[in-house]
């Protein structure tokens, strides 16, 4: 599947949820909770240094892509100086602003059944695109029942299939066998967590897809008898992992909490960096390229098929014990997200980190095949140990792949929250 350009491109869910979290468990007026956005898009806002890298990066992959009558549009409303902003710089965004308040007026209901549909269809019949007005009419949020996995007394919750949830979830069924030692054990955090992440995602890209086309049962991916058979693949050296077969049977996160109790665990992505890059003219609008999950072999479980959602990436987490919500905690990133989700629940409940430390703790990241990426800040020794492993390692000179993550907890007795935010951007923890 390519990555930009109308073909990846699949119909868009945020504007919809936007307004159906809002009608069910909203206490404002739908246009209050836009507000700010539109003025930050009229007005402009100050870009931030680790965004404005980001955005130089993107700047360089679609201006490369400009003579894309769908992705030309880009440059107009990203970089209307001709180039990226840089740090400190004010971007508006003025057709931003106006789309904002279509679908504050309308409750989102323009995007998906009125003149920005329409716009959207006529810019994609222009252009060469798939997406069409009936696909946008036909959308309706899914309301779903999230997955937990047991982990030392703790219930880590997940979205279910099609996110990739189930991947952090069955690497830590996997590290609950083996008893929780030192943070600096290389035996148990350097070679067992990433190995069971090696086998986790190996299954998770074999067995998941939209929930209706899986072949494999969430239940059978997290049976006891299957998560023993996969434990005993973990020795004493690196694998090459193959999947298991089990018996039948761009991204932003947000973590809020307020005075009754009440706490959120949000995601939502355009997946890769801005997108697929195409941009509807005269609307701010930035489509995603989500489709650049599916497969395009025939005989694959994600294979691309009409009205069928692909393998994902954003997964919101959440944690509990004995019934009561603990809090929100996520780690965007792509493919980093289930990995970065093990090392942080694994540093608040084995190692007891607080928020902020268990989000500043350096991280790994497997690569595939044996090839593992490991940020700065790793004792040589410890490094040393995962090379003698097998594991073919790499320093990181970049940290913003390593996942943005966000924690809040909730203290079961007293009710006091603690925040914590990432370290690898901009990003701070807000009291209002």
């Given amino acids: 599947m390519p990555l930009h350009g109308w073909t990846p491109v699949t119909v868009p869910g945020t504007p919809a949820a936007w307004a159906t979290l809002s009608q069910r468990f909203g206490k404002l007026d739908f246009a209050t909770l ?76 323009s995007f998906y059944r009125g003149a920005l549909a329409q716009t959207i269809d ?24 999230p997955i937990a996995a047991d982990y030392r ?29 030192v943070r600096d054990d290389p035996e148990l955090l ?11 995602y190996t299954d998770g890209h074999h067995h998941i897809t939209d929930g209706g086309h899986m072949r494999t049962s969430v239940a059978a991916l997290f049976s006891d008898t299957y998560a023993d058979t996969r434990r005993r693949l973990i020795g004493a050296s690196a694998i090459d992992p193959e999947p298991g077969q089990p018996q039948a049977g761009g ?51 994600n294979v691309l ?11 919101p987490g959440f944690l509990s014990r004995d019934g009561i919500g ?5 780690v965007m990133g792509g493919f980093m997200q289930p990995q970065g989700h093990l090392q942080v629940v694994m540093n608040l409940i084995d190692y007891g980190l607080n928020p902020q430390a268990a989000l500043d703790a350096p ?40 996942g943005r993550g966000q924690i809040i907890l909730r203290h079961p007795d007293t009710g006091v929250y603690c925040g914590g935010t990432e370290p690898r951007t901009d990003s701070s923890i807000a009291v209002l």
């Avoid at 350097?190 to 986790?200: F, T």
């Fill in 190 to 200: 350097h070679h067992r967590q990433i190995e069971a992440m090696k086998l986790a």
């Fill in 363 to 402: 991280r790994w990241q497997w690569m595939g095949e044996r090839q593992v990426s490991i940020e700065p800040g790793y004792p040589l020794h410890l490094v040393r140990d995962m090379a003698a492993r097998g594991h073919q390692v790499s320093l990181a000179i970049d940290s913003t792949s390593y």
């Fill in 251 to 301: 991204t932003v996160y947000l973590a809020t909490a307020d005075a009754d109790g009440n706490m959120v665990s949000y995601i939502q992505s355009n997946y890769h960096g801005f997108g697929s890059g195409v941009v509807v003219p005269d609307t701010g609008i930035s489509l995603q390229n989500r489709g650049h999950g599916f497969s395009l072999d025939a005989d694959h479980v």
């Fill in 122 to 145: 006529a810019f994609s019949r222009r252009t060469g695109g798939y997406l069409r007005a009936e696909d946008l009419a036909g959308y309706t949020p899914e309301w779903v029942e």
């Fill in 326 to 330: 603990l809090g929100p905690f996520g």
């Fill in 34 to 109: 836009l507000a700010p956005a539109i003025r930050i898009a009229r007005e402009g806002f100050p870009v931030s240094p680790v965004i404005s890298a980001l955005w130089q990066r993107a700047e360089g992959e679609f201006r490369a892509r400009a003579d894309d009558p769908a992705v030309a549009p880009w440059l107009d409303a990203f970089a209307p100086l001709g180039r990226a902003p840089h740090p400190g710089e004010l971007h508006r965004n003025e057709a931003q602003a106006r789309t904002l308040e279509a679908l504050a007026e309308s409750r989102c209901e």
């Fill in 305 to 315: 098929a009409p009205g069928k959602r692909t393998f994902h990436t954003i997964i």
């Fill in 153 to 181: 007394g703790y219930q880590v919750w997940e979205i279910p299939p099609n996110g990739q949830g189930m991947v952090a979830l069955m690497a830590l069924r996997l590290m609950e066998g083996f008893d929780p030692s």
